[in-house]
């Protein structure tokens, strides 16, 4: 679920409102919470987040690598000596 806000993103960039996204961000999330299911299989289940995303899109986002890819340039950037 940590990754829920670049799900949306991600939809956002393909066309859909906000509300929209956050719609059906949400409603995958809620699922999770109530059942413990996995966030990335209920996303790629999703009939409406496939028609914007695709399996290896969704993986990319899900994806930690992703989301840490510019750690050492933020690390050298604020620890500047």
Same mark, same amino acid.
């Given at each position: 679920?940590?990754f /829920?806000? +670049? ?13 929209? $996204?956050? $719609? %059906?961000?949400?409603r ?8 413990? /299911?996995?966030f $990335?299989?209920?996303? %790629?289940?999703?009939? +409406? ?7 290896? +899109?969704i ?7 992703? /989301? %840490?890819?510019?750690?050492?340039? %933020?690390?050298?950037k604020?620890?500047?000596?």
């Amino acid at each position: 679920l940590i990754f /829920s806000q +670049e799900v949306l993103l991600a939809l956002i960039n393909k066309g859909i409102t906000r509300e929209d $996204s956050y $719609s %059906i961000v949400q409603r995958n999330a809620m699922e999770v919470w109530k059942t413990g /299911s996995d966030f $990335s299989k209920l996303l %790629i289940k999703d009939k +409406e987040v496939c028609k914007y995303l695709t399996t290896k +899109e969704i993986n990319q986002i899900l994806d930690i690598k992703h /989301s %840490i890819k510019k750690k050492d340039k %933020i690390f050298k950037k604020i620890f500047k000596k």
